[in-house]
């Protein structure tokens, strides 16, 4: 998804690399859609991006119709919250899902939590509004260290998410 419509450049900056004084590559910030076939059963869509600054509910239609094509039936989304937690202390996960029993079969602390929402529960909510089983993993980071991204939260994530690969979702 071509980014255009849905960043601001003061903010979100495209990025440029030069070696030895020439132009290398030159990236806009963009949401990128990755496939793989995982076995004769499987299939798997990646889409990596940063949330957009304007047009929200036009860049969800995006994906959503993407989601549609592709007839996908399930989606592992990950994100991260500030919390009071300490950056010495295991990065916590916690999930929300699109229904109860997936938070049970993997074992997953469930969250409550009623307020201004990200890209990923907005994502979520519409994909669970159209029938896709969405499971959304959460890292609370530390909110005295302002980095992004974060190695530790993505790394907690990504672990994380691959123990749910052990069980069929």
């Given at each position: 998804?071509?980014?255009?419509?849905?960043?601001?450049?003061?903010?979100?900056?495209?990025?440029?690399?030069?070696?030895?004084?020439?132009?290398?590559?030159?990236?806009?910030?963009?949401?990128?859609?990755?496939?793989?076939?995982?076995?004769?059963?499987?299939?798997?869509?990646?889409?990596?991006?940063?949330?957009?600054?304007?047009?929200?509910?036009?860049?969800?239609?995006?994906?959503?119709?993407?989601?549609?094509?592709?007839?996908?039936?399930?989606?592992?989304?990950?994100?991260?919250?500030?919390?009071?937690?300490?950056?010495?202390?295991?990065?916590?996960?916690?999930?929300?899902?699109?229904h109860a029993d997936l938070l049970d079969r993997h074992a997953l602390?469930?969250?409550?939590?009623?307020?201004?929402?990200?890209?990923?529960?907005?994502?979520?909510?519409?994909?669970?509004?159209?029938?896709?089983?969405?499971?959304?993993?959460?890292?609370?980071?530390?909110?005295?260290?302002?980095?992004?991204?974060?190695?530790?939260?993505?790394?907690?994530?990504?672990?994380?998410?691959?123990?749910?690969?052990?069980?069929?979702?």
């Amino acid at each position: 998804i071509d980014g255009e419509e849905f960043f601001d450049f003061t903010v979100r900056r495209p990025t440029i690399r030069v070696e030895d004084g020439v132009v290398e590559s030159l990236e806009w910030p963009a949401c990128r859609f990755l496939y793989a076939a995982a076995g004769d059963a499987q299939e798997l869509v990646i889409g990596t991006a940063i949330e957009p600054h304007l047009h929200w509910r036009l860049y969800t239609e995006q994906i959503l119709a993407i989601v549609s094509e592709l007839g996908i039936r399930r989606a592992v989304l990950l994100g991260a919250y500030l919390a009071d937690v300490l950056y010495s202390r295991p990065v916590g996960i916690t999930a929300v899902a699109s229904h109860a029993d997936l938070l049970d079969r993997h074992a997953l602390e469930p969250t409550r939590y009623e307020g201004p929402t990200g890209m990923v529960g907005l994502l979520g909510y519409e994909l669970r509004m159209r029938g896709v089983e969405t499971l959304a993993l959460w890292a609370g980071l530390p909110h005295y260290i302002n980095v992004s991204p974060n190695p530790r939260g993505a790394l907690a994530l990504l672990l994380r998410r691959n123990r749910l690969q052990h069980d069929a979702l």
